[in-house]
């Protein structure tokens, strides 16, 4: 990132809310000498430390419009910053391909035509006599699975790149914070927000990577935004079937809307679907394994070792993400219910040439 390191000592930032979009952007600032506050009471209890870190890039469907656009930009920065990146982690890495199956015809059709449409050579229909397929319908004991592989999509490790972005941070001296901001104003030409211990941090811009709880810092009523809660859930499931050995599976592939990632020979993760509740479900085995008409005897035997969830932040009325610019030094990055992990490079871009544009 070699155009990076401007150096724009004058601008103070704060930055409300330290999953991967406020660190990212913290990255991205303090990169160009802006002096960076990120402000959070958790930093490890929010929906990024629960992400699988899957980049479903290419694979989207839509090839146009915004959400296409901020894809496309993304998919070309993450290799850069992964470069970058790997001078605080060298084993940071993106886990390619991608393999999204499914055992509906017409969704199958669907895939089929978005190949044919496209032609685009990272993205592939998977052959019958593919060795993916093969191994998968084998070991998930169905001849139905169908679908495609992009080359260029993948997965990245959540909690590492999360480390990785906290060592670079401490490394920039970027400040941290642990503290709930209460309330943010505007008074002299720059921002305070207030903490719930009453400390006052003054700023030229705030910038609010605070997902659902945006809303309650900003005024409603002139900025009518609209959020809803969005639950993600997943689990890591230990298989006892002498049998099986999951590391003959892809690293990671998606069937019938659920994301499989096989850990070691007899561990799986299985993640994540989407629901409009606020609470884990108890029944988070069944709701996760229930993708295929008939579920494989050694899954049904399999026991969670681990389990997880996260709530996200959906926007209403809107797509999602909610990126928007008050013009006083005041920056909205929110309502990432999905993708926040890819998008997180291009919003960061967005960002940073706005808050440019405001301050010089
Ligand atoms: C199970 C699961 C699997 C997922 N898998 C993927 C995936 O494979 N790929 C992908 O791209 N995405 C995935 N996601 C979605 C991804 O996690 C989100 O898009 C992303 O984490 C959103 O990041 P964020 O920074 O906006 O929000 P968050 O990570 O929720 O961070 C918001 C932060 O704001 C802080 N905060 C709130 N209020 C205040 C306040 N008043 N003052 C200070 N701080 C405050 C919170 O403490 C929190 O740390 C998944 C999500 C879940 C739950």
């Known amino acids: ?47 990024s430390n629960a992400a699988l870190g899957l980049l479903m890039g290419n694979i989207y469907q839509k090839r146009r419009g915004r959400s296409w656009d901020l894809r496309k930009q993304s998919i070309e920065l993450w ?17 390619k391909p991608l393999i999204q199956l499914t055992t509906n015809k017409e969704k199958f059709k669907k895939l089929e035509k978005f190949i044919h449409e496209n032609n685009d050579l ?41 480390k990785t972005l906290d060592k670079y941070l401490k490394y920039k001296k970027v400040n941290f ?18 903490t719930r ?21 900003l ?29 003959s599976l892809p690293k990671q592939f998606n069937i019938n809307g659920k994301n499989i990632i096989p850990k070691s020979k007899n561990k799986l993760i299985i993640g994540s679907t989407d629901e409009y509740s606020t609470k884990p479900e108890e029944n988070i085995f ?30 209403d009325g809107e797509p999602s993400p909610i990126m928007k610019n008050f013009e006083d030094g005041l920056i909205l990055c929110t309502g990432f219910y999905k993708n926040g992990f890819l998008l997180a490079p291009a919003c960061s871009k967005w960002i940073t040439n706005e808050v440019k544009n405001y301050l010089y």
């Open 79 to 95: 290799p850069q910053w992964i470069t970058f990146l790997q001078k605080f982690n060298y084993e940071l890495n993106i886990e």
């Open 286 to 315: 069944e709701k996760l394994t229930d993708f295929l008409d008939k579920t494989p005897n050694w899954l049904i035997k399999g026991k969670i070792s681990k389990k997880w969830y996260g709530i996200r932040s959906k926007p």
């Open 219 to 247: 005024d409603n009523l002139s900025h009518n935004i609209k959020l809803k809660p969005v639950l993600g859930q997943a689990m890591e499931i230990d298989i006892n079937d002498a049998e099986v050995d999951l590391l």
């Open 197 to 217: 211990n009453n400390e006052n941090i003054k700023s030229d811009i705030v910038i609010l990577c605070n997902s659902l709880k945006a809303l309650d810092l």
């Open 1 to 47: 990132m070699k155009s990076l390191k401007e150096n724009f000592q004058l601008g103070r930032i704060v930055i409300i809310g330290s999953g991967i979009i406020g660190k990212f952007n913290a990255l991205e600032l303090s990169e160009l000498g802006f002096q960076v506050t990120i402000v959070d009471p958790t930093q490890h209890q929010n929906s």
């Open 177 to 194: 914070l642990e503290g709930e901001i209460i309330k943010i104003k505007k008074s002299n030409n720059q921002w305070i927000s207030t």
């Open 122 to 162: 990272n993205l592939r229909i998977l052959e019958r006599d593919s060795i993916f397929i093969k191994n998968i319908n084998k070991a998930f004991q169905t001849k139905n699975l169908k679908g495609i592989i992009s080359f260029q999509d993948g997965r990245i490790n959540a909690l590492s790149l999360l």
